[in-house]
């Protein structure tokens, strides 16, 4: 069973000068809080500095940042430091939510320059290099500036950056009048429309691709490839087999979206390793077929509709059941020149919640294998052999044994 958070982050980006009307606005936080939204807060304060302590709690109590900027350079370069993802692995949604008030119209505190001009500024800049990280990632903008509703508006719903969307929106933004933080914050958490996210999440199970003459001119592009730039041979005849994972596909395809990718990119940079991962081209959660699921020493046990043998990984002991192709505890794939072999006993009984061994004795075996130092991976967790120096889910360099 999939969750929204096992793959996606809300956040929200508040920018204002926390200057509100009134209290309400600890209303909307708390659904933030109760649905685990993060908001990141840049505080363009007045002199007086007297929206900070709504500023300050509004951030710490969603576990969120707070910045205090300088000058326009310095704003600027901190609040793209925001970009940076909180969970280097999972997609992001996040909604901008700019305050356009009147007293956004005044110089904010250690600079020479106005916050809505700031505001501008920063929309732009923060777009654009956000979503260099992960096209996967979604972005919105809220505004709020009067007790009038229809200025409290969405001037850009949740998707992939288009900048010519991003430069409309900022010639939207001026100062108003009025500080709704309340509704502008309310906004915000209805755009991210996480109850309706979490209670619709499933899984599209993805079609393996078996042959190149299933493509129109017998050519594709992997979806991966393409929206991350990686230098990679398109999808025809003569690469067909270089690319196919440990799943041994070459191709799968989306079945929501269409779009396909190479079995070794879905396995290495979407999977990573796992069964699961986000869509590049409609934020999908993609799966696999239950007999194309790579194995883990926790689910190497017998079913309870049948007992097989558990076999020897050939690269680090570890138990697999008969039919796998993969070791998700050392990498290795599982194919014609690596083959597990059969232990002397049978799987374990299936019991629910039963805890499975993380390995067995090489006296079991009838391959005794080198003992290889394994390593764990600082940014995606997965086991690795220290000899491969990076790992081969997501590339991170490996620690030193």
């Not at 194919?335 to 009984?349: E, G, N, Y």
Request: net charge neutral.
């Amino acid at each position: 069973m999939v969750a929204y958070d096992d793959f996606f982050v809300p956040r929200v980006l508040l920018i204002s000068d926390g200057e509100a009307d009134n209290s309400t606005w600890q209303t909307p936080l708390q659904v933030a809080i109760q649905q685990k939204i993060i908001i990141d807060v840049v505080a363009l304060l007045s002199q007086d500095e007297r929206g900070r302590k709504t500023l300050e709690e509004i951030a710490a109590r969603t576990s969120g940042s707070f910045i205090l900027p300088g000058d326009l350079a310095k704003f600027v370069s901190e609040f793209v430091q925001l970009s940076k993802k909180k969970q280097a692995t999972k997609v992001e949604d996040v909604i901008l939510c700019l305050d356009t008030s009147g007293s956004m119209s005044e110089n904010y505190k250690g600079s020479t320059s106005k916050k809505i001009n700031a505001l501008k500024d920063a929309v732009l800049e923060f777009a654009s290099k956000k979503l260099a990280i992960d096209p996967r990632d979604r972005v919105g903008v809220v505004v709020f500036g009067t007790h009038d509703v229809t200025k409290v508006d969405v001037l850009l719903r949740p998707g992939p950056y288009v900048r010519e969307n991003f430069q409309r929106v900022v010639e939207k933004l001026k100062a108003q009048n009025g500080t709704p933080l309340d509704r502008g914050l309310d906004l915000a958490i209805r755009e991210l429309d996480l109850i309706n996210k979490r209670a619709r999440m499933q899984v599209e199970i993805l079609q393996p691709i078996r042959s190149i003459q299933q493509f129109p001119n017998q050519h594709g592009t992997c979806g991966y490839c393409a929206a991350t730039g990686k230098p990679q041979p398109d999808i025809d005849a003569a690469n067909w087999s270089f690319y196919e994972g440990v799943r041994k596909v070459s191709v799968f395809r989306c079945p929501r979206c269409g779009i396909v990718y190479h079995g070794m990119c879905f396995d290495k940079h979407i999977a990573r390793g796992s069964n699961n991962g986000v869509c590049y081209g409609c934020n999908s959660i993609l799966g696999v077929d239950p007999n194309l699921q790579v194995q883990t020493p926790a689910t190497a046990t017998s079913s309870q509709a049948s007992a097989d043998l558990l076999l020897m990984c050939p690269g680090c002991n570890e138990p697999l059941p008969s039919g796998a192709r993969f070791c998700a505890h050392c990498g290795m794939k599982i194919d014609a020149a690596h083959q597990p072999v059969a232990t002397s006993a049978q799987a374990l009984t299936y019991q629910p919640g039963m805890e499975v061994p993380m390995g067995s004795a090489a006296a079991d075996s009838l391959y005794n294998p080198d003992k290889e130092t394994l390593v764990t991976c600082t940014k995606c967790g997965y086991a690795c052999q220290a000899a491969w120096g990076t790992c081969p889910m997501c590339d991170e360099p490996l620690p030193k044994s």
